[in-house]
């Protein structure tokens, strides 16, 4: 069993096992950009990618890939249909 996750990094259970006091600063940080886009939306009844990316301070690949995972899991809706300029909502 190794103690590094995918990235090479050390893994929580290197921090469990230490010594010495854990530098917290080390522990890789869960994503954020769901969480953000959760509260965005909430606030907003449409939401563009450029929109989401001004108002969670993630890039713009992160927001999309995060729409896109939303909506394979039937959380959000595209709502124009279209490649370009599209618009998405919160499922009901």
Same mark, same amino acid.
């Given at each position: 069993?190794?103690?590094?996750?995918?990235?090479?990094?050390?893994?929580?259970?290197?921090? %469990?096992?230490?010594?010495?006091? %854990?530098?917290?600063?080390? %522990?890789?940080?869960?994503?954020?950009?769901?969480?953000?886009?959760?509260?965005?939306?909430?606030?907003?009844?449409?939401?563009?990618?450029?929109?989401?990316?001004?108002?969670?301070?993630?890039?713009?690949?992160?927001?999309?890939?995060?729409?896109?995972?939303?909506?394979?899991?039937?959380?959000?809706?595209?709502?124009?249909?279209?490649?370009?300029?599209?618009?998405?909502?919160?499922?009901?």
């Amino acid at each position: 069993m190794t103690n590094s996750n995918v990235s090479g990094k050390p893994g929580l259970v290197h921090f %469990i096992n230490k010594p010495e006091p %854990i530098n917290w600063s080390e %522990i890789p940080r869960p994503p954020l950009t769901p969480h953000a886009l959760r509260a965005v939306l909430t606030e907003w009844p449409l939401l563009s990618a450029p929109m989401a990316e001004a108002l969670t301070g993630a890039s713009r690949a992160a927001v999309q890939r995060n729409l896109a995972w939303m909506e394979e899991k039937g959380l959000v809706r595209e709502m124009t249909g279209q490649g370009r300029y599209r618009m998405w909502r919160v499922t009901s």
